[in-house]
């Protein structure tokens, strides 16, 4: 607080103000005002990781067809905080997002963490970003178009040391049962079923890809506009190639270590189950998994 002298309008003839009184009033005054989360704290504790969480914004992302495609994030940053600070400066996280306006690459990411290890004078930082991503997607005989949407996520970290960088999709998909399909006389129990797929790769990876790459490994595809010759199309094609769990993890893997640009994977098959009251699992690594 400081002390500032106003002066206050007189009356004056006519209306027209005249000398007027002059008084001091208390103003804030930023430079003055005391940064509590500088100060020292004595309880030797270090964070690994403090900041801003869900936080909506609007991202634009690379598009394989169309070139840039806009969505809309929520988004996670964090620094590290020594033992000897009390706080961080949360509102620098927003200011720095801002500052970038991202358009989400693996260039952006990577000015993103250095600025926030910098600005935060942090010796690690992290950032997760979780979008829908839409991709427009025909149906399999009348050709008739819908939008897919599909959860993707971009995490990266930077430390004194290193960049790391993790690509994730989420990609729904449907099964039909080997087991049931062998022992039915007609039918077999049919379900769909979510993908999670993480990786680390050498050179950019496009989403479509990874989604394309998940779909090839499912009974079938899931679509978002089916007419009737697509429905038939659909469950024709998931009763003559049906897997179980254990085939689309493993299918996916096998898909994945044949690539020379992937250097880590994790991937995860879930079945929400037609006629059990529990869902098949599957999960295979190349690797540890990374620490986010």
Request: a neutral charge.
């Amino acid at each position: 607080m400081k002390d500032t002298l106003f002066k206050t309008p007189g009356d004056g003839e006519n209306g027209k103000d005249g000398p007027g009184e002059y008084r001091l009033e208390k103003v804030f005054d930023a430079a003055s005002m005391k940064d509590v989360q500088s100060l020292p704290d004595h309880r030797n504790m270090a964070i690994n990781k403090v900041g801003i969480k869900n936080l909506r914004y609007p991202v634009t992302v690379l598009d394989r067809d169309k070139g840039k495609q806009h969505t809309v994030a929520y988004i996670n940053m964090y620094v590290d905080l020594p033992h000897e600070c009390k706080g961080t400066h949360m509102s620098r996280f927003v200011e720095l997002l801002h500052l970038f306006r991202p358009e989400l690459s693996l260039k952006t990411f990577s000015d993103i963490l250095t600025q926030m290890k910098s600005h935060l004078d942090a010796k690690s930082a992290h950032i997760e970003v979780t979008f829908p991503f839409f991709i427009e997607k025909q149906a399999p005989v009348s050709r008739c178009v819908g939008l897919m949407d599909y959860t993707c996520r971009l995490v990266g970290s930077v430390n004194s040391s290193k960049l790391d960088l993790v690509s994730e999709v989420s990609v729904p998909i449907s099964s039909v049962c080997p087991c049931s399909r062998e022992i039915s006389v007609s039918g077999a129990h049919n379900q769909r079923g979510m993908v999670h797929l993480r990786t680390r790769f050498k050179r950019f990876i496009w989403m479509e890809d990874m989604i394309e790459l998940v779909e090839r490994a499912a009974s079938c595809d899931v679509y978002s506009v089916l007419k009737r010759a697509d429905e038939k199309y659909v469950t024709e094609r998931g009763f003559s190639n049906p897997k179980f769990v254990e085939d689309i993890v493993r299918d996916i893997a096998v898909s994945l270590k044949a690539d020379k640009n992937i250097t880590w994977f994790d991937v995860s098959v879930e079945n929400f189950e037609s006629i059990h009251n529990h869902n098949a699992y599957a999960y295979i690594t190349s690797g540890e998994p990374p620490n986010i």
